[in-house]
């Protein structure tokens, strides 16, 4: 507990450190008017324009990225992580992360998308949206339509609700990682409700939601819209599918989670190898193929910006798969299967606030270096925090998060190969390569990661307590040797 609060402290003065650096851009002044002709007494008033209709191109793309996302979690990270644990803990490690799964789609069709994606204050939304009221109106059979990233290009408003739910699962069921083996199912999923609704949502809020371009009708606007998104968009923060959201978010929670639940019974002292690396490989190959649903479609429609978060994730999570093994195969003497997943993952995390926002050369560093940052964060770090991070989700998603978050800053420049961002939504051209500040940005995008980094952590810990004091966190001594599978849902992985 003394290395926590040692942890957050010197997080939290880290946050404060400096002067705020605001991203707002100026609105840009009107160009002046030209001579307006006076209009003849006959003229017929101007039609207003049909509201903007959904491209089944788009459609159809993003309905695909959302079953690539769910299939992430159910099955993909459920056997990736089943296969790391113990024989006597995998049918657990799937019960865990399939009902987590589960309960977080039904809280965020609740209440959850309307706290993240609706208008409120710089962090939490509204309510206008509980129970998903307002998406569909069955009396006219018409469906709400969702702004995307350009003017005039919607989605059904459900399809957006679907795809954002899947990230809200899966971040959630990241979690489950760092204490897994030891917790209560029962204390799992009333910890997850908490988290989900204090720090997942506001996070999500602050992070993505802003008043879509067609709400920047003239410059006059900029300003005024600007504030009426999340805070750390409004700082210019760039988060393309999820670095500080899913992360980071998910990466603090699992480690404040590992110091309070403790270690497992025998950590240090005996061996706890994962027990079916065949599992583990198809869960880390299941996780590549859905990755791409989660990146490439962040940009909501079938576009260049699509093919490059595409791209972009396929090549950096190669670069990471080798990097990563040649690190074991300096360092260990023996490149691993292990390590491979591992290293694919670390590449994919690392990779995902970058996707659509760093050019080529961008993935190849971001890439190459979470192999080896990551690798580090799940030996030589994990030794210094001397917590029982089971199955590394701080080493690999906050750590690869963190620097996948803080190089967007860098590799989003034109310089370097970047697509660099909109000067304000009004014009939508993006910053000259002239006016682009790699110090600038990347001081924003470090505020962003400590913001994170210290909500989710305060949230964690509080959340914790809680279902400590009121159901306990951690199983028996007994029901943990005798292994969850059989001590908490009476069945198991395996029969001999």
Not at 29 to 45: I, N, R, S, T, V
Not at 113 to 137: C, H, I, M, V
Not at 242 to 263: K, P
Request: charged residues 15%.
């Amino acid at each position: 507990m003394k290395k926590l609060c040692a942890f957050l402290a010197v997080a939290l003065s880290l946050a404060f450190a400096g002067s705020t650096l605001a991203q707002d851009k100026k609105a840009a002044p009107d160009k002046p008017a030209a001579e307006a002709a006076k209009p003849a007494p006959e003229a017929k008033k101007e039609e207003a324009k049909p509201a903007p209709a959904p491209n089944k191109g788009d459609v159809a793309w993003m309905l695909t990225s959302t079953a690539l996302v769910l299939m992430m979690s159910v099955p993909a990270l459920a056997l990736f992580y089943g296969g790391m644990v113990r024989s006597k803990n995998a049918l657990s490690m799937l019960m865990q992360v399939f009902v987590v799964f589960s309960l977080v789609t039904v809280l965020w069709c609740v209440y959850g998308y309307s706290l993240a994606f609706t208008e409120g204050n710089a962090y939490f939304g509204g309510f206008d949206r509980l129970f998903l009221k307002g998406t569909f109106d069955s009396t006219k059979g018409e469906f709400a339509m969702a702004a995307t990233f350009s003017k005039g290009v919607v989605i059904p408003e459900l399809v957006f609700v679907a795809f954002q739910a899947t990230f809200a699962a899966i971040t959630c069921c990241l979690i489950l990682g760092a204490i897994a083996e030891r917790a209560k199912f029962s204390a799992v999923l009333a910890f997850i409700v908490i988290w989900f609704t204090f720090s997942y949502a506001p996070i999500a809020h602050m992070v993505w939601f802003w008043m879509g371009p067609d709400a920047y009708t003239t410059a006059k606007v900029v300003d005024e819209m600007n504030g009426k998104a999340g805070l750390l968009w409004q700082w210019g923060a760039l988060d393309f599918a999820g670095g500080t959201v899913v992360h980071i978010n998910s990466g603090i929670a699992g480690l404040v989670g590992a110091y309070l639940i403790g270690r497992r019974i025998g950590y240090g002292k005996e061996a706890m190898p994962p027990h079916n690396m065949t599992l583990t490989m198809i869960g880390a190959a299941l996780l590549w193929t859905g990755w791409f649903g989660f990146n490439a479609g962040s940009a909501l429609e079938a576009n260049g910006s699509a093919a490059l978060a595409f791209m972009n994730t396929y090549l950096a999570t190669a670069c990471a798969v080798l990097s990563w093994i040649a690190g074991e195969a300096i360092f260990k003497g023996k490149p691993s299967m292990l390590g491979a997943a591992s290293g694919a993952v670390a590449g994919l995390v690392a990779i995902t606030p970058a996707a659509g926002n760093v050019g080529i050369p961008g993935a190849f560093v971001i890439g190459t270096a979470a192999g080896l940052v990551c690798l580090w964060g799940v030996s030589g770090l994990k030794k210094m925090l001397g917590a029982d991070d089971s199955l590394d989700v701080f080493g690999v998603h906050c750590i690869g998060g963190i620097l996948g978050a803080l190089l967007t800053g860098v590799f989003n420049s034109p310089d370097l190969g970047g697509p660099s961002f909109p000067v304000d939504w009004f014009v939508a051209t993006a910053v000259p390569a002239k006016d682009y500040s790699i110090g600038g940005q990347l001081w924003i995008q470090f505020k962003a990661v400590l913001v994170t980094f210290f909500w989710s952590g305060i949230v964690a810990a509080v959340a914790y307590k809680l279902v400590d004091w009121t159901i306990g966190l951690r199983v028996s001594e007994e029901d943990e040797r005798e292994g969850l599978d059989t001590a908490a849902h009476g069945e198991a992985a395996y029969r001999m």
